[in-house]
């Protein structure tokens, strides 16, 4: 009886749902049919900045209509692009550009399985400056230099290599020269501090009475563990959730790895990861330096941090070690630096907005000599670029589309809104230096310091490599393996993987 | 008798006791939920305040406004609706076909049926992806990206469910009707029509709310073979997580639109649960 | 035999999707489970492995472990899913005013997608903004850290799967119990059986069947759990929760080693796979043994 009363329920569902499905029809044939479909295109206001618009419709007129999809991590540099310069570039050219903004492990996966399989799903990725040389070794990338030149004209006038910083070397061949990505963002992880605590004339007094030297920010290793735990002592006693420093310890994601790779070791004079270049070796025994003692007394002070970091520091991935840091839980940390605009500017998001100041990591002796003869580097530089796949169908409009965004009209706004600077002359952009005195002094350091930092090791094999360490950093971190087991586990470990993939055997 | 009633009442304040605990126990998840999705970044480590007072409404506004997410919403619709859909009609078929004829083998191409469901989804992303893109084509267009394709995908995991549970309630229906309405002169068609499907009609529901709320909710296949055009509401959720903090009042927000639909649904049409979730195991 | 290929014909739909959808994509990654693949390897090439990836697999130790936590965590959750769900469906069978929205309210979770369950649960259990490590410590002084200490992040995964899908549980049980006949048991009591003895010769034999494929469906679930665990804990602390399901999604996307991941796939298909014909041939025979009684 009871399914006889069900029918009336059961049948205007299914009506609705047939509508619904039929509704997908004519869409699903078709998926390019909506061009731009998301992005509101009505505004337009700012299309006059994109300098000469009569030579972009006049280049641009064969791929009138081409539609160009592309992937990129959900960064607020990549939101302006999908934002702002996709429309203004669709109204200067006729070409519709397809921006998919996803996480940042899904933006790996998609981009990778694109061009491996060779489906020419997209005409422009991002390039992390990390796994350009995977991308390289394996020729996923077109030559961008190359393109120009077998196609004279296309080669924007307002497209210049020379107006980038050096950051652009990264994603030129180390042999040719020739270029296969456009910087889009690019940035520092530094150290960021509180302003308003480490100038507070009473905590320096309590400070100097406790550890008989006077407060400010670390240059050593052994002064910012004072610092950690003084103002860990000091959020105790003061009932504040407040903490000495911050830790990029997620126990389960691979910035856990990141942060002491690219931004502890490094302090301590251990560079490329500890891992042998030329011979592909990680351990003491092999050549490799990844479990030197070195490395080990970097890891341990790494994970002593812990003891005076917030306690969701072991679920802290870059996201929430800035979270922390801008809700005024941490005195001091490693931030990338992408964050600092917002960290010292934005009041909706900020608890510390005016008490934000920027400085070097705390480094070991002769580690900043090491760094200014190029030999070694302070920290890790940052950043990505758009590359062409090679298997792209549209290379020579996704060309225009970078050359558009490698215009110096349009970087001092893209700079401000993702925190990125690519190109010398942004630096001198009155947005910029207004930003670069919210913080402090970030965009200055970004500048002088610049080449001091350096990008990830030429590693063609990236990932893989990390996948092979992170456990151990992770059990680490948990407090499941000592300094010195998680290293010897992890440089093993790290060889067993490099030699499974063809390299050091 | 005092003390049966009083024995009665008793009985009656522990499954009150009981269901109020479990009711404290589900919502307070979901309450913590809403309570992040109404406060704004500065807001957020305030844990001490329970007791949501304030509203920061655009955490919500934001997503329902962006014409990026609204389309993230609609095909989520779109693809859930018609895969259950297709899955509750598709099911309908095989079972009365499994059930009513002696197909040879037809045990063993339950049991396959079945065990589609059983693999562990990561390592068949690649070859989905190698299908939608190389092997599924037509001219220009791929089936990558399109609402068709995962409405296909998804009978992978739903359809092995749906013929299981239609099976028991068909197994159920006693063939003797059948006979009698064939006697009668009806076709095997109007047979299935006029007599199986009102017999089913709480099953198939379930298995209609069941298939939908699995397509609304899956996400890897969802993240991996749709880009632009197709992407539905659980890949937008994973956009939130990002590198400048992850936005987690929004993300809370966009968990709660996500989730609404598939509540409204849940509460609508709950009663047949019940009777439609037998497997047809237990025969009266 | 017309008849029959009108009975071919109504499966036919069901079978050419599932081949195409399913088997296919199968066949596929078994074909590539044979191959050394890896986006970057030095050759970049797909290299004939022959069963070199599964004589990996038996001394990888890391793998083995994620599947014997997960064949845990399957056992645990699966286990107090059904007696818990048991127990409320029971509760549920007189009326009382107000069951109807208890029922409805202890439905709620069943609906939300796994990937917002575990975005949910990590709002809870945060340090900093979640509640359960807040009033754990003001209340029982107990240091509630999921980042760091192990067994709370498995036991966190634990509850978290049992408050997902008791529910469902609960609701396949409470059909069962519904729509089984009422007069043998009030038969037993006249006759002088306690509460205990119905339930135990009586009401638990009769339900076989539904409990026995509540579980099928349940394990079948667990065994593959990824959304809320990767939400969650993203497998950590250490290994703690990298259950098969995050390990192969870990092995096949970031480390991009296709073949490997194939393999391990196959085996825990296997797995799933033997499990499942176990409890399909008990339910069988079950259903043997009512009919011939």
């Known amino acids: 009886m009871s399914s006889r009363r069900l029918l009336p329920l059961l049948v205007p569902l299914m009506i609705v749902s047939m509508i619904l499905a039929a509704c997908s029809a004519p869409a699903a044939p078709a998926p390019t049919a909506e061009p731009a479909a998301g992005t509101d295109t009505s505004g337009g206001d700012s299309a006059a900045a994109s300098g000469d618009t009569s030579w972009w419709s006049e280049a641009a007129a064969p791929y009138a209509g081409v539609t160009l999809r592309g992937v990129s991590e959900s960064t607020p540099a990549s939101r302006y692009v999908e934002e702002v310069l996709a429309p203004m570039f669709t109204e200067a050219t006729g070409i519709n550009v397809e921006f998919e903004v996803t996480s940042w492990d899904e933006m790996y996966q998609k981009a990778i399985q694109d061009m491996e399989a060779n489906t020419g799903i997209y005409d422009f990725v991002y390039i992390e400056q990390d796994i350009i040389y995977t991308y390289l070794g394996r020729d996923f990338l077109t030559n961008l230099t190359q393109l120009m030149a077998d196609n004279e004209n296309l080669a924007s006038p307002d497209f210049d290599v020379n107006n980038f910083t050096s950051f652009i070397d990264n994603f030129k061949d180390p042999e040719t020269g020739d270029l296969y990505g456009v910087p889009m963002e690019a940035f520092i992880k530094i150290n960021l501090y509180r302003t308003d605590l480490f100038d507070d004339p009473d905590i320096q007094a309590a400070f100097e009475a406790e550890y008989g030297y006077p407060l400010s920010v670390a240059t050593t290793h052994e002064q910012y563990r004072d610092n950690a735990e003084f103002f860990t002592a000091y959020g105790e006693e003061n009932d504040m959730d407040l903490w000495g420093t911050t830790v990029q310890g997620h126990t389960g994601h691979p910035s856990a790895t990141y942060e002491f790779v690219e931004s502890i070791a490094p302090t301590y004079g251990v560079y490329n990861w500890g891992v042998n270049l030329d011979t592909w070796k990680a351990c003491v025994d092999n050549g490799g330096e990844m479990n030197s003692d070195t490395a080990k007394e970097a890891l341990n002070f790494w994970l002593d941090m812990l003891n005076y970091a917030p306690p969701e520091a072991t679920s802290s991935t870059w996201d929430e070690v800035a979270a922390s840091f801008a809700a005024g839980r941490a005195a001091q940390g490693w931030v990338y630096g992408e964050n600092a605009t917002w960290i010292a500017t934005d009041t909706d998001r900020s608890a510390v907005v005016g008490n934000v100041g920027v400085a070097r990591s705390p480094l070991s002796d002769g580690v900043l000599e090491e760094a200014e003869s190029g030999e070694g580097y302070i920290g890790y530089y940052d950043g990505g670029a758009f590359g062409v796949p090679h298997s792209s169908r549209n290379k020579e409009a996704a060309l225009l589309w970078l050359e558009f965004i490698g215009q110096e009209s349009v970087q001092a706004d893209w700079a401000v809104a993702g925190s990125r600077i690519v190109m010398n002359s942004t630096f001198d952009d009155p947005k910029v230096q207004e930003a670069d005195v919210a913080t402090n002094g970030y965009y200055t350091m970004l500048k002088d310091d610049g080449p001091l930092y350096r990008g990830a090791p030429p590693f063609p094999f990236h990932n893989t490599l990390r996948e092979s360490m992170d456990p151990f950093f992770w059990q680490a971190l948990a407090g499941e393996l000592t300094a010195e087991e998680a290293l010897d586990q992890a440089c093993a470990a790290a060889e067993a993987a490099m030699v499974q993939l063809g390299y050091g055997e | 008798m005092t003390s049966t009633s009083f024995r009665k009442n008793l009985g009656l304040i522990a499954t009150y006791a009981l269901w109020i605990i479990l009711t404290v126990i589900t919502l307070l998840p979901i309450y913590w939920l809403f309570a992040i999705s109404a406060r704004s970044r500065v807001e957020l480590f305030d844990v001490g305040n329970f007791i949501q007072t304030t509203f920061y409404a655009p955490n919500y506004l934001e997503p329902l406004t962006d014409p990026v997410f609204q389309r993230y919403l609609i095909n989520s619709l779109i693809v859930a609706t018609s895969n259950a859909l297709l899955v509750s009609v598709l099911a309908v078929l095989a079972t009365y076909a499994l059930s009513r004829w002696k197909l040879a083998g037809s045990n063993n191409i339950f049991f396959w049926l079945i065990t589609n469901r059983m693999a562990p989804p990561a390592a068949f992303a690649l070859p989905m992806f190698l299908l939608f893109t190389r092997v599924f084509r037509i001219g220009q267009w791929t089936m990558f990206d399109t609402r068709i394709g995962l409405i296909l995908v998804y009978c992978v995991f739903n359809l092995p469910f749906a013929v299981w549970l239609m099976k028991g309630i068909m197994d159920g229906i006693p063939i003797e009707l059948d006979e009698a309405a064939r006697v009668d002169g009806a076709n095997r068609w109007t047979v299935l029509v006029r007599v199986i499907l009102p017999l089913t009609a709480p099953g198939l529901a379930i298995t209609f709310i069941l298939s939908w709320i699995f397509a609304w909710n899956e996400y890897l296949f969802a993240a991996s073979l749709t880009s632009v055009n197709a992407r539905t509401i659980t890949t937008g959720l994973a956009g939130y997580i990002s590198v400048t903090g992850t936005e987690w009042g929004q993300m809370a927000a966009v968990a709660m639109i996500a989730t609404l639909p598939a509540l409204i649904f849940l509460i609508f049409i709950q009663r047949y649960i019940v009777m439609g979730l037998t497997f047809g195991a237990v025969k009266e | 035999m017309d008849s029959n290929r009108t009975g071919w014909g109504l499966l036919a739909p069901t079978l050419i999707i599932l081949g195409v959808m399913g088997l296919l ?139 997902h899908w008791t529910p469902f549980v609960t609701l396949t049980m409470l059909a069962g119990l519904t729509a089984m006949p009422k ?98 041939v008990a339910l069988a025979q079950v259903g043997n043994q009512q009919s011939s009684s």
């Open chain 3, 183 to 280: 007069e043998p048991q009030e038969q037993a009591r006249v006759d002088g059986a306690n509460r205990w003895q119905v339930l135990r010769f009586l009401t638990i034999p009769m339900m076989m069947p539904v409990i026995v494929t509540t579980v099928f469906i349940r394990m079948m679930d667990a065994l593959r759990i990824v959304d809320e665990v990767f939400m969650l804990t993203g497998g950590g602390p250490g290994n703690a929760t990298r259950y098969v399901g995050i390990y192969i999604w870990r092995v096949v996307f970031p480390q991009t080693d296709y073949g490997y991941g194939s393999a391990m796939s196959l085996l825990v298909l296997y797995f799933t796979i033997v499990l499942a014909w176990l409890l399909f």
């Open chain 3, 25 to 163: 994509p199968f066949l596929y990654v078994l074909y590539i489970s044979f191959f050394d693949w890896n986006v970057f390897s030095a050759s970049g090439q797909m290299e004939w492995a022959g069963v070199n990836n599964f004589r990996r697999l038996v001394f990888d130790s890391a793998f083995l472990g994620s599947l014997g936590r997960t064949l845990l965590f399957t056992l645990l959750a699966v286990t107090s899913e059904l007696i818990l769900g048991f127990l409320l469906a029971s509760t549920l069978l007189r009326d009382f005013p107000g069951k109807i929205v208890f029922r409805t309210i202890h439905a709620l979770p069943l609906v939300i997608a796994p990937i917002a369950v575990g975005a949910t649960w990590r709002l809870l259990t945060i340090p900093g903004f979640g509640l359960a490590p807040y009033y754990l410590d003001r209340w029982f002084d107990i240091d509630y850290n999921i980042g760091r200490y192990a067994e709370q992040a498995f036991f966190t995964t634990l509850a978290m799967d049992i408050w």
